[in-house]
């Protein structure tokens, strides 16, 4: 079955305790992202990547890192979590071709206490 | 301004009615046109797609886009309980690096 996956689903931790969350899809897609979204501001793109070692900021990158070393991964890292950073996590993938469809992840309900 | 926009709602509606779901945008340069599904506590899930201006049905459901007003709609026929979601709009231009923009979304619900 085509799909991205996400792990951990939901996950609560403490201010300043690095942690990753793991994004996987198995359809060959060149270009992958990773979303935010929060009540009354939407889907917010966070970093992207077009191909494997290609990654850029999206809208909202401060506080998180990624990295593209395999075609169907693309981890979120957020090195020193805050609360603010509490908010609902979806990774999202594509073929890079334009006007693509994308599919998304399940999603990450990340709480920073 | 955003560069999409898109009522809140949320949106209530007796099962059977038929829904209207509405986003304008400002730029001209989108050809591509998406409306995504949104389950609470879900990923949001690809509804409908188009390609520049007209109609594409599929169902339930109907997508018009109409360019020349940068106005792009979502009609849900019959509408049922299981509609009840929120409904995302998006959209992206004619180069594979021009990221989706997404609507806020607009929270739809279906009365028994």
């Known amino acids: 079955e085509a799909q991205v996956t996400q792990n951990p689903r939901y996950l609560i931790t403490v201010t300043g305790k690095k942690l990753t969350v793991t994004c996987s899809q198995n359809m060959n897609h060149e270009y992958m992202s990773w979303y935010r979204q929060d009540p009354g501001l939407g889907l917010r793109q966070i970093y992207y990547s077009m191909n494997v070692e290609v990654t850029d900021k999206g809208d909202v990158p401060e506080g998180y890192k990624v990295s593209r070393k395999e075609k169907r991964n693309f981890p979120l890292i957020l090195e020193s979590p805050s609360p603010n950073q509490t908010s609902l996590y979806f990774c999202?993938?594509?073929?890079?071709?334009?006007?693509?469809?994308?599919?998304f992840g399940p999603g990450t309900r990340l709480t920073v206490t | 301004q955003k560069e999409v926009e898109q009522d809140p709602g949320p949106l209530s509606v007796p099962e059977g009615a038929i829904v209207s779901l509405n986003c304008t945008y400002s730029?001209?340069?989108?050809?591509?046109f998406m409306w995504y599904r949104q389950y609470s506590r879900k990923g949001p899930e690809l509804l409908m797609y188009t390609y520049s201006s007209g109609n594409k049905e599929d169902g339930r459901f109907t997508a018009q886009v109409d360019k020349s007003s940068k106005y792009i709609s979502l009609f849900i026929r019959d509408s049922q309980p299981s509609d009840s979601a929120t409904y995302l709009c998006?959209?992206?231009?004619?180069?594979?690096?021009?990221?989706?923009?997404f609507g806020s979304g607009t929270r739809l619900l279906v009365r028994p």
């Open positions: 998006a959209m992206s231009g004619v180069d594979s690096s021009y990221k989706l923009i």
């Open positions: 999202a993938s594509r073929p890079d071709l334009a006007g693509a469809k994308q599919y």
């Open positions: 730029n001209s340069a989108f050809q591509y």
